[in-house]
């Protein structure tokens, strides 16, 4: 299948501060990305859904100016988790699609905030 | 409200034997169903899926059947084998092209030597 590089795979950030998230389709060009969240035990819950070129759209309660989304190019979008507190701990994930195929996903990124 | 509901969180077989993980939906309006295996600390990799016009799909070792009427699939893996064990979340789709993705909380499968 196609790959899906997210980075960094885990990262300790201090409070207040902002982190982001790079997800990159390696190997094709991804026209939709989308970011997801997931808590220990929990499903994983979308965040946003970006496209090339435009601003992303947010899932309800997700706040859009905590977790700026950028999709810069076919191949990238970042995440930037600002002001980070300690209930942004989670694990992110990143996945990427194509026209009519299915989407592939970054491996995750482990963020914690102490 | 959950609307993909994967009720048993771990299920565990003997290598050889079937796997039968199982998947629910209350909202009508999914049409495409499909199943994703996670490994700890990675992102989850795409098994199979199967659209509602369908009531199986097949690949491999790796089975879904959808009934509709009961809005319930599920993933049969025969023969199970240790490396099978993983989570595997039940993900649907909706009408209208959205590309939105609704996961269930998935199952932990442990299939033993």
Redesign the interface.
């Given at each position: 299948?196609a790959v899906?590089s997210?980075h960094p795979?885990w990262v300790i950030c201090k409070s207040g501060t902002s982190v982001k998230i790079e997800c990159r389709s390696l190997d094709f060009q991804a026209t939709?990305m989308?970011w997801y969240r997931q808590f220990p035990?929990?499903?994983?819950?979308?965040m946003a859904?970006s496209n090339e070129g435009s601003k992303a759209t947010y899932e309800q309660g997700v706040e859009k100016d905590k977790f700026l989304i950028n999709h810069a190019s076919l191949t990238l979008s970042t995440l930037t988790v600002t002001s980070a507190h300690p209930e942004d701990s989670s694990f992110y994930?990143?996945?990427a699609?194509q026209a009519n195929t299915?989407?592939?996903?970054?491996?995750?990124t482990?963020l914690t905030v102490v | 409200d959950q609307q993909v509901k994967q009720n048993s969180p771990s299920l565990s077989v003997q290598e050889g034997r079937i796997s039968i993980l199982n998947c629910d939906y209350t909202n009508s309006m999914f049409d495409y169903f499909l199943w994703y295996k996670k490994y700890p600390a990675e992102g989850p990799t795409f098994l199979i899926s199967i659209s509602s016009i369908k009531d199986k799909n097949e690949d491999g070792r790796f089975t879904v059947f959808l009934n509709k009427s009961a809005k319930h699939l599920s993933l049969h893996i025969v023969p199970s084998q240790p490396g099978d064990s993983a989570v595997y979340f039940c993900a649907a789709k909706g009408q209208g092209g959205s590309e939105k993705l609704v996961f269930g909380k998935g199952t932990k499968l442990t299939v033993n030597p």
């Open positions: 299948g899906v997210q795979s939709t989308f035990k929990q499903s994983l819950m979308l859904t994930i990143c996945s699609k299915e989407a592939f996903f970054g491996q995750g482990r | -």
